[in-house]
């Protein structure tokens, strides 16, 4: 993927490689971390969750946190998401590690979905 | 974006990281190119368009394809996309260069979707 490509986009349709690397801001606008990455439904190619990386430092003790896509809004002005959440919300919220054998299952999902109060997907 | 994000995946959900650099095939088993990127909605977080990169040598002469996701069919044996179409339709197809100053609008969608017999995003 070259630097250019990620240059596409327009007012409705945004490339994934533009999502990952952009910031999330709660409404207090402090930085809480950087999207990684997006998990989409197989099936229907739909976002459902944005993988936000949180803490650490070059990658040594970083988290993921997952992020139900619904709790994201995008802020032309910020340049970045806001979610409706608070350091401590976040702190307590599941999460997996860089290094950790960590396998996406329902059961996992559900727990995310409920901790942000978000409709589940599964 | 570590190599360990990407092993994230499950039968029903795929990182996005993972789809950037899947193998595009057609129906005959031919290599048709690679998905270098995804096109989101971004009010729905729906994927509308894999970026496909075809031809083209250390990115100099390289093409990009825009697919309607619907064309797209996961083959878990080819580890792979399958598409059903032959190289002479894609060649003729709309497609913008590396180095092209390309800005995405909704006629340029619509000749896409029209071109591919899809059903329009736009």
């Not at 993927?1 to 596409?8: G, R």
């Not at 971390?33 to 993988?51: C, F, N, P």
């Not at 997996?96 to 999902?109: A, K, M, Q, R, S």
Request: glycine share 10%; proline share 5%.
């Amino acid at each position: 993927m070259t630097p250019e490509t990620t240059k596409i986009t327009s007012s409705s349709l945004i490339a994934a490689e533009r999502v990952e690397g952009t910031s999330v801001y709660n409404l207090a606008g402090e930085k809480l971390g950087t999207v990684e990455d997006i998990m989409l439904d197989k099936v229907s190619g739909k976002a459902i969750y944005a993988v936000m990386s949180f803490g650490g430092f070059l990658g040594i003790g970083e988290k993921y946190h997952p992020l139900p896509w619904s709790t994201l809004k995008y802020d032309e002005a910020k340049g970045g998401y806001v979610v409706n959440l608070d350091k401590k919300k976040l702190e307590s919220a599941p999460t997996y590690g860089v290094d950790d054998d960590f396998h996406w299952t329902p059961e996992y999902g559900r727990r995310v979905d409920k901790y942000y109060d978000a409709p589940t997907f599964w």
